[in-house]
């Protein structure tokens, strides 16, 4: 029964994914060549790709009167415009950045020039999407954990291989994500089912087009700040609540 399960243990085995997915890729990775690295990295940065593309088609096409067509391209140019400026504004690319060096200072890892990036990139990869933030609303509202372990898999294999690449800071994604799933848990708690349709769409919609991103930065070496998109996510869930 999906109601007896206890609200934050798909969080918590989530983080544990994590953890065991970054340790078993360190323990593997020094056996497995550079060229190797960094064609793993390339192939999980289009993967990416493809998932947050296939996450933002499947909010703006939809079939109406027998034909595909296209919804949602004023919401999304509104709520990733808006929320990336915000973003920029308050630095939040800054602020996680800064994180990353407390946490490589804080953990034995100084000399470690991966740190930093690997632990952005990891956090982005497992903090944003469809399931980061339909999971935890599953288990809070209807006490269904099956998205969150689903993502627990994913996540595991994902860390597992980009941690390879990149070393020790992936593990630490962990933090972020059970912080981000926690408060995601709470808001599910606080609002219960009253979620309109709109607000789930514009969190799934804006959440894919950072995943499509993350997927852009890996396999392609670019530089977006996505972490100065996540505002958008917010942006999004007000703009379904105006009364158009």
């Not at 190797?36 to 009167?65: H, N, P, S, W």
């Not at 009253?194 to 852009?216: D, E, H, K, P, Y």
Request: with cysteine.
């Amino acid at each position: 029964n999906g109601g007896e399960n206890v609200v934050g243990i798909g969080t918590l085995l989530n983080m544990a994914g994590i953890i065991v997915g970054g340790g078993l890729g360190l323990t593997i990775g020094n056996r497995i060549s550079d060229a190797y690295r960094q064609m793993v990295m390339t192939a999980c940065g289009i993967c990416l790709v493809f998932i947050g593309a296939a996450g933002v088609l499947a909010e703006m096409l939809v079939f109406k009167d027998g034909r595909l067509v296209s919804t949602g391209a004023v919401t999304l140019l509104v709520c990733m415009s808006a929320g990336s400026f915000l973003g920029e504004l308050i630095d939040i690319e800054g602020r996680v950045l800064k994180l990353g060096s407390w946490l490589r200072a804080h953990s034995g890892n100084s000399d470690d020039a991966r740190f930093i990036n690997a632990f952005v990139s990891a956090s982005l990869m497992v903090s944003i999407g469809s399931l980061a933030v339909m999971g935890p609303l599953s288990e809070s509202i209807y006490g269904d954990s099956s998205l969150l372990i689903t993502k627990t898999v994913i996540d595991f294999l994902t860390i597992m291989v980009i941690t390879i690449p990149n070393g020790k800071g992936c593990l630490f994604a962990a933090i972020p994500m059970g912080i981000i799933q926690g408060l995601i848990t709470l808001l599910g708690m606080w609002f219960k089912a009253s979620a309109s349709a709109a607000v789930l769409s514009n969190i799934v919609l804006t959440g894919s087009v950072m995943i499509f991103c993350v997927g852009l930065n890996l396999a392609f070496d670019k530089k977006i700040r996505v972490s100065n998109m996540f505002p958008a996510i917010g942006i999004g869930i007000l703009y379904a609540c105006i009364p158009w």
